[in-house]
T-cell receptor, first 111, second 115 residues
Framework: RKEVEQDPGPFNVPEGATVAFNCTYSNSASQSFFWYRQDCRKEPKLLMSVYSSGNEDGRFTAQLNRASQYISLLIRDSKLSDSATYLC????????????FGKGTRLSVIA | DVKVTQSSRYLVKRTGEKVFLECVQDMDHENMFWYRQDPGLGLRLIYFSYDVKMKEKGDIPEGYSVSREKKERFSLILESASTNQTSMYLCASNPSGRSSYNEQFFGPGTRLTVL
């Protein structure tokens, strides 16, 4: 069962570059969507929620396409500190059910 | 600050031993979760609990059991550890209600090695 799929990467980009990650989900009834960030040897932490209209938080922009069942994360002006694994996360139903995590996309920003 | 703590950062056990991994959260969260994370496989849900004395199987419960006697504490038990249970174990919690409204907070993880 592959409910949430991501390109594992790694994406190696120079500082200042713009990079985009996509994620697809299989359950069309999914209600809510998130991006989590996981630094090397650390626990995952919420980066941002993804809203239907798209949303932005500084250099980060998240977008949702329900018709095509994919979510994207765009990072502008990449910093060395953006190097991490980015996990796409989906709430599969309207009940109190566990979140479904993608396997993550690894990003390395290079000086 | 929400805090989820796990009893050990690193643990080395022998095949066949009974292993207890403890998780404690200090924010009065109803929901607690145990995951394991392996390279190339991502986070996989082992068990979760929505209330004291409640447990639900996740995607990979075989070889594991859990205990939730108090709201703040959720224990993962490996009845007879095997080498294929060598992994990073992550505990998480969030408040009740739709999980989508509530950020899931993770502990720092326990890296378990079974020899």
């Amino acid at each position: 069962r592959k409910e949430v799929e991501q390109d594992p990467g790694p994406f190696n980009v120079p500082e200042g570059a713009t990079v985009a990650f996509n994620c697809t989900y299989s359950n069309s009834a999914s209600q809510s969507f998130f991006w989590y960030r996981q630094d090397c040897r650390k626990e995952p932490k919420l980066l941002m929620s993804v809203y239907s209209s798209g949303n932005e938080d500084g250099r980060f922009t998240a977008q949702l396409n329900r018709a095509s069942q994919y979510i994207s994360l765009l990072i502008r002006d990449s910093k060395l500190s953006d190097s991490a694994t980015y996990l796409c996360v989906v709430d599969p139903s309207s009940g109190n059910t566990p979140l479904v995590f993608g396997k993550g996309t690894r990003l390395s920003v290079i000086a | 600050d929400v805090k989820v703590t796990q009893s050990s950062r690193y643990l080395v056990k022998r095949t066949g031993e009974k292993v207890f991994l403890e998780c404690v959260q200090d924010m009065d969260h109803e929901n607690m979760f145990w995951y394991r994370q392996d390279p190339g496989l991502g986070l996989r849900l082992i068990y979760f609990s929505y209330d004291v004395k409640m447990k639900e199987k996740g995607d990979i419960p075989e070889g594991y059991s859990v205990s939730r006697e108090k709201k703040e504490r959720f224990s993962l038990i490996l009845e007879s550890a095997s080498t294929n249970q060598t992994s990073m174990y992550l505990c998480a919690s969030n408040p009740s209600g739709r999980s989508s409204y509530n950020e899931q907070f993770f502990g720092p993880g326990t890296r378990l090695t079974v020899l």
